[in-house]
């Protein structure tokens, strides 16, 4: 029984017998030629590999046209390797400023100063004049005919919680959910009735088989907030989103690192077809086999091999944790093999390289049916 990418990732998610397991590399996306892993010498090798034996989850959002903003005020400057952009919004009450720098070795950005400093800034934020962007869905709709068999498209969308915690600094968020819970409430409440605006021009679209990737709820598992806590500012809203997107036809599948064994039956109760990216102990505290056992007719799991595995271990153990997931989740399908993240360094290291290679030779190996 020989299938497609696409054909192999879409049984999987629907519990339905596949040939193998398939295999995704997260944020890694081979056939993205605008994606900078693509055009980093350090990382052809593992692209090219990628490209001839994964099965694609191709992560890339719709456009949106965002209306004019006479409030936000955009600087960019560079410093040495790095550049840094300053925006600064102009609130009736006064600015609310974030800085964010990005360096040139390292595909991420680091925000050295959130928008929202004090709790009064919530009033200023939400008073901002406020009108919903304008979707357009013609370069990932040409992004899906380009992909073919070879996978899945995939967007991404925050939950209130996400966003809310970004525009805070992670600790001060905290503070606040702890001391001021119905501030709290009404923040969330405020920023859920602007997400779901957005969500309805996406579900508009035709987006059958798109994965739908629900961030944020990681912002409140243990340590950080309490399950009871978690239920009112994550599941509240994660129930009717994977609804929604369910209904769509497309996968709700809900992204949470971390320790989610206090909040995983949490996650149960909403229609979400999915679940990454299942950290292994200590980095999470529920062993896969036990996920499987209780969730594993009713979400496809995804993940498990730790990325500080792949950038730190030899390939011996990388075959060994492989030949391990297998048995703990391979059985009845529903299981996609998937680093919990993706590297973001340049030049790629021999060792990460070697590993990745590895993960997916081993995959081969241990995951046929």
Same mark, same amino acid.
């Given at each position: 029984?020989?299938?497609?990418?696409?054909?192999?990732?879409?049984?999987?998610?629907?519990?339905?017998?596949?040939?193998?397991?398939? =295999?995704?590399?997260?944020?890694?996306?081979?056939?993205?030629?605008?994606?900078?892993?693509?055009?980093?010498?350090? #990382?052809?090798?593992?692209?090219?590999?990628?490209?001839?034996?994964?099965?694609?989850?191709?992560?890339?959002?719709?456009?949106?046209?965002?209306?004019?903003?006479?409030?936000?005020?955009?600087?960019?400057?560079?410093?040495?390797?790095?550049?840094?952009?300053?925006? &600064?919004?102009?609130? &009736?009450?006064?600015?609310?400023?974030?800085?964010?720098?990005?360096?040139?070795?390292?595909?991420?950005?680091?925000?050295?100063?959130?928008?929202?400093?004090?709790?009064?800034?919530?009033?200023?934020?939400?008073?901002?004049?406020?009108?919903?962007?304008?979707?357009?869905?013609?370069?990932?709709?040409?992004?899906?005919?380009?992909?073919?068999?070879?996978?899945?498209?995939?967007?991404?969308?925050?939950?209130? *919680?996400?966003?809310?915690?970004?525009?805070?600094?992670?600790?001060?968020?905290?503070?606040?959910?702890?001391?001021? *819970?119905?501030?709290?409430?009404?923040?969330?409440?405020?920023?859920?009735? /602007?997400?779901?605006?957005?969500?309805?021009?996406?579900? @508009?679209?035709?987006?059958?088989?798109?994965?739908?990737? =629900?961030?944020?709820?990681? !912002?409140?598992?243990?340590? #950080?907030?309490?399950?009871?806590?978690?239920?009112?500012?994550?599941?509240? #809203?994660?129930?009717?989103?994977? /609804?929604?997107? %369910?209904?769509?036809?497309?996968?709700? %599948?809900?992204?949470?690192?971390?320790?989610?064994?206090?909040? =995983?039956?949490?996650?149960?109760?909403?229609?979400?077809?999915?679940?990454?990216?299942?950290?292994?102990?200590?980095?999470?505290?529920?062993?896969?086999?036990?996920?499987?056992?209780?969730?594993?007719?009713?979400?496809?799991?995804?993940?498990?091999?730790?990325?500080?595995?792949?950038?730190?271990?030899?390939?011996?153990?990388?075959?060994?944790?492989?030949?391990?997931?297998?048995?703990?989740?391979?059985?009845?399908?529903?299981?996609?093999?998937?680093?919990? @993240?993706?590297?973001?360094?340049?030049?790629?290291?021999?060792?990460?390289?070697?590993? !990745?290679?590895?993960? *997916?030779?081993?995959?081969?190996? #241990?995951?046929?049916?």
């Amino acid at each position: 029984m020989m299938m497609d990418s696409r054909e192999r990732l879409l049984r999987s998610f629907r519990h339905e017998p596949v040939d193998r397991v398939p =295999i995704s590399t997260y944020e890694l996306v081979g056939y993205n030629p605008e994606a900078w892993e693509n055009n980093e010498p350090s #990382y052809t090798r593992l692209m090219d590999e990628i490209r001839a034996r994964t099965d694609c989850l191709y992560m890339a959002g719709p456009d949106w046209t965002e209306a004019d903003e006479p409030f936000r005020e955009v600087t960019t400057w560079r410093e040495g390797k790095s550049q840094f952009t300053r925006i &600064v919004l102009h609130s &009736v009450s006064g600015p609310l400023e974030r800085l964010v720098r990005v360096d040139d070795t390292i595909h991420t950005a680091w925000t050295l100063r959130h928008f929202l400093q004090e709790l009064e800034d919530i009033a200023s934020y939400l008073s901002l004049p406020y009108e919903p962007a304008k979707v357009d869905f013609s370069s990932f709709d040409d992004r899906a005919r380009r992909l073919g068999g070879h996978g899945l498209m995939m967007l991404s969308i925050p939950d209130p *919680i996400c966003e809310a915690a970004e525009l805070f600094s992670m600790a001060d968020f905290l503070v606040l959910a702890r001391t001021e *819970i119905e501030l709290t409430r009404y923040f969330l409440d405020a920023l859920y009735e /602007r997400q779901q605006e957005r969500l309805r021009q996406i579900l @508009a679209h035709d987006v059958r088989d798109v994965v739908v990737r =629900i961030c944020g709820p990681e !912002y409140a598992t243990t340590p #950080y907030l309490p399950p009871e806590l978690f239920r009112e500012l994550v599941t509240k #809203y994660l129930i009717p989103i994977c /609804r929604q997107i %369910r209904q769509a036809g497309a996968i709700p %599948r809900i992204h949470c690192h971390g320790r989610i064994g206090a909040v =995983i039956d949490q996650f149960a109760e909403t229609e979400a077809m999915a679940l990454d990216p299942l950290e292994p102990p200590p980095d999470g505290d529920i062993p896969l086999g036990e996920i499987k056992r209780r969730y594993g007719r009713q979400f496809c799991l995804l993940g498990n091999i730790e990325l500080r595995e792949l950038e730190n271990a030899d390939t011996t153990r990388i075959d060994a944790l492989v030949r391990q997931v297998m048995t703990d989740a391979k059985a009845g399908g529903g299981f996609i093999l998937m680093p919990t @993240a993706a590297p973001i360094n340049v030049p790629l290291s021999p060792r990460t390289e070697a590993n !990745y290679l590895q993960m *997916i030779e081993s995959a081969w190996r #241990y995951g046929q049916y």
